[in-house]
């Protein structure tokens, strides 16, 4: 699951809120720095990836994408499957995408001083293009798949596994409702 979803699966808890975001930044496991709200969000947020890694929906879905993207598939699934959330929002939350990021990102902004400097880098990155809004469109993910393949190098478009999601579409949708049931029962039962 990429950002938008970990925010999502914080179920509006501010703490919860920041240490998922913060996660994918942090190494090892010394997060005596963070209040105990923050840490169960990082602890979260591990839970979150682990549980997604080992699913057979996730690992069936990232098969769309061996063609060319192997090696990717799971950070396409992880954005792909981010813009399902994002197209069907209303599906999941009470609140519009629109109004559910712009209170996420008032959060974030709001604790800044709790965030390690390449997750502040990542914020005004998501705010001022923004990423939880855009998910929704697929100019949008071409737009991140785009700066992402720029950021990792390697010589790769991530965004040219657009074809391979339009092709598969249905089935990830399906994939897609399946998981986010399940994921939702195992975290919150």
């Known amino acids: ?85 994002a197209k069907f929002f209303n599906h999941y939350h009470e609140q519009s995408l629109e109004e559910f990021s712009s209170k996420v990102y008032t959060v974030y902004q709001n604790n800044t001083h709790l965030m390690p400097e390449s997750s502040t880098r990542f914020l005004n990155y998501v705010i001022k293009n923004e990423i939880y809004q855009n998910y929704s469109e697929l100019k949008g993910i071409e737009t991140v798949l785009t700066h992402l393949s720029h950021r990792i190098g390697h010589q790769v478009a991530l965004n040219e596994s657009l074809p391979l999601f339009l092709d598969a579409e249905k089935l990830l949708e399906k994939n897609f409702v399946s998981f986010m049931q399940e994921i939702q029962s195992e975290l919150f039962v």
């Open 1 to 85: 699951m990429n950002y938008l979803a970990h925010a999502y699966l914080s179920r509006n808890n501010e703490d919860l809120l920041i240490g998922n975001f913060i996660a994918d930044h942090l190494r090892g496991n010394d997060f005596t720095v963070y209040p105990e709200g923050v840490v169960n969000g990082i602890l979260l947020h591990r839970r979150i990836d682990s549980f997604t890694d080992a699913h057979p929906l996730f690992k069936s879905s990232k098969r769309v994408f061996y063609k060319g993207f192997e090696k990717y598939s799971g950070i396409l699934v992880d954005i792909y499957f981010d813009h399902l959330l």
